[in-house]
């Protein structure tokens, strides 16, 4: 797949490196099938077989997390963080940043906890829970500071 001639048929090419990405996520290689569909998504951002592919890797790793997100649930905070931290390490996953972080503030761990959102905002910069996090820590260590944060966000509109 990968020394097929570019120039020629840039459509089969792209089709080709579909398939290898989906073949990669078939064979449990989600990292490479990621790997393969961000790449094609940076050259092709309208092509809708990466952008599937993209969301069956994201479903993936959640199927993954979910054995950490059990350990959450049934209050084995530590277990459900070291679970995270093998999925943020092995796949540079901005949820599994997030989930450690969070897990950081219920220790109240918030320098640890900044950290983990900061570091999931780096790999996704929409992730949500990763700002909600970084509010929390606001409120929570510096009260003060948060309410005049949301009094000027709130003037400003």
Not at 54 to 59: G, L, T
Not at 76 to 101: C, G, P, R, V
């Amino acid at each position: 797949f990968t020394s097929l001639p570019s120039a020629r048929h840039p459509t089969r090419v792209l089709d080709a490196r579909n398939g290898l990405a989906w073949s990669y996520l078939y064979t449990g290689q989600i990292k490479m099938a990621d790997a393969e569909f961000q790449d094609i998504l940076r050259h092709y951002p309208w092509f809708a077989g990466a952008h599937e592919g993209a969301r069956e890797v994201e479903n993936q790793k959640l199927k993954k997390a979910s054995f950490a997100h059990y350990y959450t649930d049934i209050g084995k905070n530590t277990i459900a963080h070291d679970k995270f931290k093998e999925l943020a390490e092995e796949y540079k996953w901005s949820h599994a940043y997030s989930q450690m972080a969070w897990l950081d503030i219920k220790n109240q761990k918030y320098d640890n906890a900044r950290s983990g959102f900061q570091k999931a905002l780096e790999f996704d910069p929409t992730n949500k829970t990763a700002q909600e996090g970084l509010d929390q820590i606001q409120k929570t260590v510096f009260p003060e500071v948060y309410k005049a944060e949301q009094f000027f966000k709130s003037w400003a509109r």
